[in-house]
Nanobody, 114 residues
Framework: QVQPVESGGGLVQPGGSLTLSCVVSGTNFRIYPMAWYRQAPGKERILVATIVSNGKTTYPDSLKGRFTISRDNDKDTLYLQANNLKPEDTAVYYC????????WGQGTQVTVSS
């Protein structure tokens, strides 16, 4: 089973930025559309951003302009650049395919607080 490994989270003040990474080993990463998800305490896991193999990206309207998803197929790595972070962005962030084909990783905690 393929299990992504997420990293890059941390504690950041409102307005700050973080870059999250997700390494996906043991599969042909470049052929898969990929996505970032997040799960806030007590809430469902939701989709944050998607990117297909040719680089086309999509975002929910509420996150457009603040989050940027990208990928490096040579490094089997997915990225999420999160800017102008808000307290409501506090969550555990995960990566997977849009169809949730892979095992869920441990995620990376992002806490936005002053």
């Amino acid at each position: 089973q393929v299990q992504p490994v997420e990293s890059g989270g941390g504690l950041v003040q409102p307005g700050g930025s973080l870059t999250l990474s997700c390494v996906v080993s043991g599969t042909n990463f470049r052929i898969y559309p990929m996505a970032w998800y997040r799960q806030a305490p007590g809430k469902e896991r939701i989709l944050v951003a998607t990117i297909v193999s040719n680089g086309k990206t999509t975002y929910p309207d509420s996150l457009k302009g603040r989050f940027t998803i990208s990928r490096d197929n040579d490094k089997d790595t997915l990225y999420l650049q999160a800017n102008n972070l808000k307290p409501e962005d506090t969550a555990v962030y995960y990566c997977n395919t849009p169809g949730r084909l892979f095992e869920w990783g441990q995620g990376t905690q992002v806490t936005v607080s002053s």
